[in-house]
Nanobody, 119 residues
Framework: QVQLVESGGGLVQAGGSLRLSCAASGSIFSISTMGWYRQAPGKQRELVALIIGRDSTNYADSVKGRFTISRDNAKNTVYLQMNSLKPEDTAVYYC?????????????WGQGTQVTVSS
C-alpha cells in the first residue's frame, strides 16, 4: 500500500511563490510517474504537471514558465515549485503516483493541500 502526504500549501498574495511537497511511502516511487493535479471549486480536476522517469516533464499551458516539477528518488518525494502565482491558481492540489508493475496498472492519490492566492 502506498501513501502520499502533501504539504506546503497555504495563502499567498498574487505574484508570490509556494513549494508543494509530496512524500510517498513504499518501494515503487522511483519507477512511477508522479503528477500534480488541482481542483478549483465548481471545476473538474485538471493536470498541472507530470514528471516521468528521472526528468521528463509535462506542464499544463496555464502554468508553463511559472511552475516546476521535480523529484528526489532518494527521499521518495516530488515537489512543485510555484512562482508568479495568480488568483486563478487557487485550488486544492493533489499529488498523484501512477505506473504499471508486472502488467498491473496502479494509481494513488494524496489527500490534497489547499493553495489560495489573493489578489
Amino acid at each position: 500500500q502506498v501513501q502520499l502526504v502533501e504539504s506546503g500549501g497555504g495563502l499567498v498574495q498574487a505574484g508570490g511563490s509556494l513549494r508543494l511537497s509530496c512524500a510517498a511511502s513504499g518501494s515503487i516511487f522511483s519507477i512511477s510517474t508522479m503528477g500534480w493535479y488541482r481542483q478549483a471549486p465548481g471545476k473538474q480536476r485538471e493536470l498541472v504537471a507530470l514528471i516521468i522517469g528521472r526528468d521528463s516533464t509535462n506542464y499544463a499551458d496555464s502554468v508553463k514558465g511559472r511552475f516546476t516539477i521535480s523529484r528526489d528518488n532518494a527521499k521518495n518525494t516530488v515537489y512543485l515549485q510555484m512562482n508568479s502565482l495568480k488568483p486563478e491558481d487557487t485550488a486544492v492540489y493533489y499529488c498523484n503516483l501512477s505506473g504499471n508493475r508486472y502488467g498491473l496498472a496502479y494509481v494513488y492519490w494524496g489527500q490534497g493541500t489547499q493553495v489560495t492566492v489573493s489578489s
